[in-house]
């Protein structure tokens, strides 16, 4: 019997395959597709205090192995997240992550003191310092070690839950925002969300996105992801999520050998709905294939050539 | 428990410029569809691309679409050979509701008419009558003629060219029916966004209703990305506009209900 379970900080998974926010709504889409219970979690749709209605469209761009968004945070609202799409997401048998977004320190301390109260049915609280399709807040907190360090210390002590920060790869050293997160009291990093492009209609030669610029994900920016994840194992304490382009196990076996102890799963669900239950039931082939006993044993594996 | 198909390109008709119907294998997707819903069909891009349902066989188990080349993607799934293999997911979205209608006024812009045809088929075997105006460029950008006529109670076609039909777009063609063709009819639109507000305008005043199916960029078709999204009016929530999804709130809203 193979351990496909991982330990991220004291948040036990069942296996590393988490479904990544903004891309699964809030499961009941994907409820029709697959089975909850093969999977190790589900991060929320990036939560606001407010409902909003995010960017105008056209909010997509399809380009080389992958594609830019521009969405802005579309969500209910944390009322509304609380009374109907958290209660419907605990019923879904795996992990539930909210991601919490916001304009202001304000914002990010509200989401928390609620998602993050003792009797809070969430399981971990994913602070969002990296969309890059909003004015305010996200990415404009993250792009700074300090930003993300003074973040992170409003929120630390509000709650006792897992805080895991996800981070932007639009930065000069996503070490030193990793370190941040890590010294301000982060439980865990996730890397990496999206990174900004543009793309332009020739015709009209005006961007393609209404937003003129938007969050390049999929394939496209898998090298990307496994560079920083790899750069970041090397100097960090806590655990690391790692996200960005993952199609297929073999590419989960990547990212946990580059330093991730689980992933999520993003722009490939939008492509394939069953997706993440297929990379998990191909993990456990895998480890069979490679007589690997716990999947654990692979995070942070990898033998740098010597420079 | 929905899935993602594999799906066999079984036939491939052109019908007219740049445009085909194809016929694919799909039996739970033949069982399903409903007039107005679409499918969302794997290409050699990153992306599927989304197609309303144009007819169903559920004796063959087969379901057609209509292709027009638009861009790339079309012009790879339109390029394909009869054997080759597709992901699909479908049937996806809300298609036209026929509850409490008894008249059927079909409007029609270019490849609008695919979708219609199935929505045609589907009044024929209710039994509610169809009036279908379709409006297209030109004699040479026109087809499917035969077709239209053969389903619909009566048919007409408009050409901005002038070339054939009536000349001018498809609200000429509406201003030419009876108040009888008209009386008590529901309206169905699928076409340009201009052709369907302009459509939604004319129904308004007559007091008919109207159902539009809106058309976005999407990517992946059952609402979890939030990419195809669509204003319409949120009065109740005393906000002047919400967005909600293509895909899967549409693509086939209330026309009343829709900001242009």
């Given at each position: 019997m193979v351990d496909l379970s991982v330990q991220v900080g004291k948040l036990k998974l069942r296996n590393p395959v988490l479904l990544a926010s903004g891309?699964?709504?809030?499961?009941r889409e994907l409820k029709e597709y697959i089975?909850?219970?093969?999977?190790g979690g589900i991060c929320s749709k990036g939560l606001t205090v407010l409902p909003r209605e995010g960017?105008?469209?056209?909010r997509v761009a399809e380009t080389p192995s992958g594609m830019l968004n521009?969405?802005?945070?579309?969500n209910p609202g944390l009322d509304r997240f609380v009374e109907y799409e958290l209660p419907f997401m605990r019923t879904l048998d795996t992990a539930v992550i909210a991601n919490i977004a916001g304009h202001s320190t304000e914002d990010y301390q509200r989401m928390t003191q609620v998602l993050g109260?003792?009797?809070?049915?969430?399981?971990a609280l994913e602070l969002?310092?990296?969309?890059?399709?909003?004015?305010?807040?996200c990415m404009t907190i993250g792009a700074t070690p300090e930003g993300v360090y003074q973040m992170i210390k409003s929120v630390r002590?509000?709650?006792d839950k897992p805080l895991w920060v996800k981070l932007t790869p639009?930065?000069?050293s996503i070490t030193a925002t990793a370190l941040a997160a890590e010294e301000a009291g982060g439980d865990a990093v996730v890397l990496i969300n999206t990174l900004l492009g543009m793309a332009i209609d020739i015709k009209t030669?005006?961007?393609?996105l209404m937003n003129n610029t938007g969050g390049l994900s999929g394939p496209a920016i898998k090298p990307v992801a496994i560079r920083m994840i790899s750069e970041c194992y090397r100097l960090l304490s806590i655990p690391i999520i790692g996200v960005g382009g993952i199609m297929s196990a073999e590419d989960v076996i990547e990212f946990m050998i580059a330093g991730a102890s689980a992933v999520e799963i993003g722009t490939a669900s939008l492509l394939h709905p069953a997706v993440c239950e297929k990379i998990a039931l191909d993990l456990e082939e895998y480890m069979l294939d490679n007589q690997l006993?716990?999947?654990?044993?692979?995070?942070?594996t990898l033998r740098l050539w010597e420079s | 428990m929905n899935r993602e198909y594999v799906a066999v390109l079984l036939e491939k008709k052109i019908v007219g410029k740049g445009n085909a119907l194809l016929t694919f294998s799909g039996k739970e997707i033949a069982g399903k569809a409903e007039p107005g819903q679409f499918v969302n069909i794997s290409c050699r891009y990153f992306l599927k691309r989304p197609f309303g349902v144009f007819a169903v066989d559920t004796k063959n188990n087969t379901f057609t679409i209509g292709v027009r080349e638009t861009g790339k993607g079309t012009k790879d799934i339109l390029s394909s050979r009869i054997g080759d293999t597709f992901l699909v997911l479908g049937p996806l979205g809300n298609g036209f509701?026929?509850?409490?209608?008894?008249?059927i006024i079909a409007v029609g812009g270019g490849t609008g008419i695919f979708p219609l045809m199935f929505a045609l088929e589907k009044a024929k075997s209710f039994g509610i009558p169809t009036i279908a105006v379709n409006g297209f460029r030109g004699k040479e950008d026109a087809f499917l003629l035969d077709d239209c006529e053969s389903l619909a109670g009566k048919a007409c076609f408009t050409s901005d060219a002038g070339d054939?039909?009536?000349?001018?777009?498809v609200l000429h063609a509406l201003d030419t029916l009876t108040k009888e063709d008209t009386s008590g009819a529901a309206v169905f639109a699928v076409g340009p966004e201009i052709m369907m507000k302009k459509v939604s305008e004319w129904a308004a005043e007559r007091g008919l209703s109207c159902q539009v199916s809106l058309e976005r960029r999407m990517a992946?078709?059952?609402?979890?990305?939030?990419?195809?999204v669509c204003k319409v009016k949120a009065a109740e929530k005393g906000i002047p506009f919400t967005h909600v999804r293509c895909c899967k709130e549409g693509p086939v809203m209330n026309a009343s209900e829709v900001i242009w």
């Open positions: 891309t699964c709504g809030f499961g089975d909850f219970s093969s999977i960017n105008p469209g056209c521009s969405v802005g945070l579309q109260a003792p009797d809070s049915p969430v399981d969002n310092l990296s969309c890059p399709n909003v004015k305010e807040g002590s509000l709650t639009n930065v000069t030669r005006r961007p393609v006993n716990a999947i654990s044993e692979l995070t942070g | 509701d026929f509850a409490n209608v008894q008249k054939f039909g009536i000349h001018g777009n992946c078709g059952i609402g979890i990305c939030l990419v195809c």
